[in-house]
């Protein structure tokens, strides 16, 4: 009699193979695939994260006047804008602005408040050319909702580099991968990496049993935990029970790697405001219709 296999309960089985839902437009400048909050995985499921918004690789015509979104107002949660190609330039109504490059990060803690507008990096636009970004939502614990708005403009070589012996890497925007950390800090615990393996090439991750981890297919495909297919452009959602990920390259991928521990509190969201009471919902209508959030032209 044959021996019953045993069931590794270490493993952080995936859950589901998300396909990209249809595109929408963010502005005229960013044609996204919009993974969450959709479906089975909402606010509530993917927590600390919020949103997650792909630009895949669009091909843009040139022009003078910038591709983009205008202002609008966030508060209560943190943006991450991560540049694959094209650059991502954005001001807002407390003075600041930046340009972020390929390879390189924005995160904006919008906290208690303020107007932003990002679009096509003014020169790269009059050229045209490829562009390919993300944009993730962490939400902010409840004690921190209010904080003072700040910018992290990480870029690429200010990240931790790991080399893969294949020949791959791993770069750490935030969290940590074997030894190094990444230079973002965050409220609550958040791992953001870019995998980059050669074809063939196996990476092991490990993230505590009850975190969040999801990975999407930003070039390549991969096959994970020695099983399933994550095919390009698609994201994997992962059990929250567990702890180990494999992760196999069968071609060579850039695979973007969230992980972070769910924040358990109440969730609010109305548009571009995240708060965990409608009341507090209300109240930043009210703030931002009494222009608490500056101006911003």
Do not use: C
Not at 107 to 127: C, D, I, P, Q, V
């Amino acid at each position: 009699m044959t021996p019953e296999a045993k069931v590794d309960t270490n493993v952080k089985r995936v859950e589901l193979i998300v396909a990209p839902p249809p595109k929408h437009w963010v502005g005229d400048g960013f044609n996204v695939h919009g993974f969450f909050p959709h479906g089975p995985l909402t606010g509530e499921r993917m927590s600390p994260f919020f949103l997650l918004d792909y630009g895949a690789l669009t091909e843009f015509p040139p022009r003078e006047e910038p591709f983009g979104v205008g202002p609008h107002p966030h508060r209560g949660f943190e943006t991450v804008t991560i540049a694959y190609k094209g650059k991502v330039e954005h001001h807002d109504s407390r003075g600041n602005g930046g340009i972020i490059g390929e390879g390189d990060v924005q995160w904006m803690t919008a906290g208690s408040g303020l107007l932003h507008k990002e679009y096509h990096e003014r020169e790269s636009n009059k050229l045209g050319g490829p562009f390919q970004m993300v944009q993730l939502w962490v939400n902010l614990p409840a004690k921190d909702k209010m904080t003072e708005p700040k910018y992290q403009a990480i870029t690429n070589a200010e990240m931790a580099h790991v080399s893969l012996p294949g020949g791959g890497e791993v770069e750490v925007i935030a969290g940590e991968f074997g030894g190094a950390k990444g230079p973002a800090t965050t409220f609550s615990p958040v791992h953001l990496l870019n995998l980059k393996p050669k074809a063939g090439e196996r990476i092991d991750l490990t993230y505590p049993s009850g975190y969040t981890t999801a990975i999407l297919a930003v070039e390549g495909s991969a096959r994970l935990n020695g099983d399933d297919v994550l095919p390009h452009d698609h994201l994997a959602l992962f059990e929250r029970e567990g702890e180990s990920i494999t992760v196999e390259a069968t071609e060579d991928s850039i695979l973007l790697v969230m992980s972070g521990e769910p924040l358990n509190e109440p969730i609010a969201q109305y548009g571009p405001f995240l708060m965990n009471t409608r009341e507090e919902i209300l109240q930043a209508m009210r703030d931002f219709q009494m222009g608490k959030f500056g101006e911003l032209e």
